[in-house]
């Protein structure tokens, strides 16, 4: 090999190099025990990160020299990291099994579907979503980043049809409006961190009188300029989860929860509360960025209790925000609630909650 062949494969090979290991560093920003937005934000682009990851290894092997042990050595690093991606998205491909099965019989009177959207605050076209509203059939809706234009807006086009309905409009981004064709008993908006994050927590009563507890949250992101780390949604999301497991009916938790699916977070949410995920075996069904088909992944979530079953699940149409909707109909069968029940937290999982929400006090603030 002549010297200016020689010197531009060692160039490639460098470039190579430092791609490859900008990807090892990124992964291992998960392992960093810290809630500091910019370590947390890399939970997000995971499945990004993994492409990025196969990438980098298969283009290594353009310039491999199998005579050279750190060849090896790097190489081995890219393949564990790639491993390493790919098992915390397995379980959201349809290669895995069903967190929670499908439903094995459907009985109207014994279904429950919900339809939870984060309008986006700024999006002037509600038209968009209302004609979805008027061929959607759910029992409960639920939108998140609505102000009072957005209440307006959705609760004239479907007053004759929601009946029941919690509503808490605000101009910081965080308004809620939840709206029900079933009774709603003892329903709350309550503060559980912040006094103008708010979260809904109601009972819902279905036809046949079953009752089921739903709690509607959305904690806000780790963002650099206003709230630099993520205990605040941290917090949220174990209150919540301590909530849901020591109700006394199945329960559903339905928003925004600005983490996605697969971060430690939201694993352990689901370890403190028993609540299973209807993406697992099924598929990202990611909601945000709706803007960008490049960057996007799961950050509003449908959990529900053992004794539910799925119907179908499906993303919703575009409407013209930054996140698409999500629909789910579940059929409620407890007696079947023991097949795909949750292992209990262990002593070290509720430890880890209790020290993020170290601080909060439990008491939480009704406004109604």
């Known amino acids: 090999m002549n010297p200016i062949s020689f010197?531009?494969?060692?160039?490639?090979?460098?470039?190579?190099?430092?791609?490859?290991?900008?990807?090892?560093?990124?992964?291992?920003?998960r392992f960093i025990a810290s809630d500091y937005w910019w370590v947390r934000i890399f939970d997000f682009p995971h499945v990004q990160l993994t492409v990025l990851t196969v990438v980098a290894f298969l283009a290594y092997f353009i310039k491999f020299d199998f005579k050279w042990r750190n060849d090896y050595i790097f190489a081995g690093a890219l393949l564990a990291c790639?491993?390493?991606?790919?098992?915390?998205?397995?379980?959201?491909?349809?290669?895995?099994?069903?967190?929670?099965e499908n439903a094995t019989e459907i009985v109207e009177d014994k279904s429950l579907s919900f339809y939870?959207?984060?309008?986006?605050?700024?999006?002037?076209?509600?038209?968009?979503?209302?004609?979805?509203?008027?061929?959607?059939?759910?029992?409960?809706?639920?939108?998140?980043?609505?102000?009072?234009?957005?209440?307006?807006?959705?609760s004239n086009r479907i007053l004759d049809r929601y009946p029941y309905r919690i509503e808490k409009p605000l101009p910081n981004t965080y308004g809620m409006l939840l709206y029900s064709k079933l009774e709603l008993v003892n329903p709350k908006i309550k503060f559980q961190v912040d006094d103008s994050i708010p979260s809904i927590h109601t009972k819902v009563i279905m036809p046949l009188g079953d009752t089921i507890q739903l709690y509607a949250i959305h904690p806000t992101p780790p963002m650099p300029l206003h709230n630099p780390k993520s205990t605040e949604r941290d917090k949220e999301m174990m209150l919540t989860a301590k909530l849901a497991n020591k109700?006394?009916?199945?329960?559903?938790?339905?928003?925004?929860?600005?983490?996605?699916?697969?971060?430690?977070?939201?694993?352990?949410?689901q370890r403190?509360?028993?609540?299973?995920?209807?993406?697992?075996?099924?598929?990202?069904?990611?909601?945000?960025?709706?803007?960008?088909?490049?960057?996007?992944?799961?950050?509003?979530?449908?959990?529900?209790?053992?004794?539910?079953?799925?119907?179908?699940m499906e993303r919703g149409e575009d409407i013209n925000s930054d996140h698409f909707p999500m629909y789910i109909k579940l059929s409620l069968e407890p007696e079947k609630a023991t097949e795909q029940k949750l292992k209990p937290p262990?002593?070290?999982?509720?430890?880890?909650?209790?020290?993020?929400?170290?601080?909060?006090?439990?008491?939480?603030?009704?406004?109604?």
Request: hydrophobic residues 40%.
């Open 272 to 312: 403190i509360s028993g609540l299973l995920d209807p993406r697992k075996g099924r598929g990202l069904y990611n909601t945000f960025n709706a803007k960008n088909p490049l960057m996007r992944w799961p950050l509003d979530h449908i959990f529900v209790g053992p004794e539910f079953r799925v119907v179908t």
């Open 82 to 100: 790639m491993l390493y991606q790919f098992l915390k998205i397995y379980n959201y491909t349809p290669l895995a099994s069903f967190e929670i």
């Open 247 to 269: 109700s006394n009916f199945p329960v559903a938790v339905i928003g925004d929860f600005n983490d996605v699916a697969w971060s430690q977070t939201t694993t352990l949410f």
């Open 7 to 29: 010197l531009k494969r060692v160039k490639t090979k460098t470039y190579l190099q430092i791609f490859g290991g900008i990807v090892v560093v990124l992964t291992l920003f």
């Open 116 to 154: 939870t959207a984060n309008v986006f605050q700024k999006n002037k076209e509600h038209e968009q979503l209302l004609n979805i509203l008027d061929t959607i059939n759910a029992d409960v809706l639920l939108f998140t980043e609505t102000h009072k234009e957005w209440q307006q807006s959705i």
């Open 346 to 368: 262990t002593k070290a999982e509720i430890e880890n909650c209790e020290e993020q929400i170290k601080g909060s006090s439990m008491s939480l603030k009704d406004v109604y």
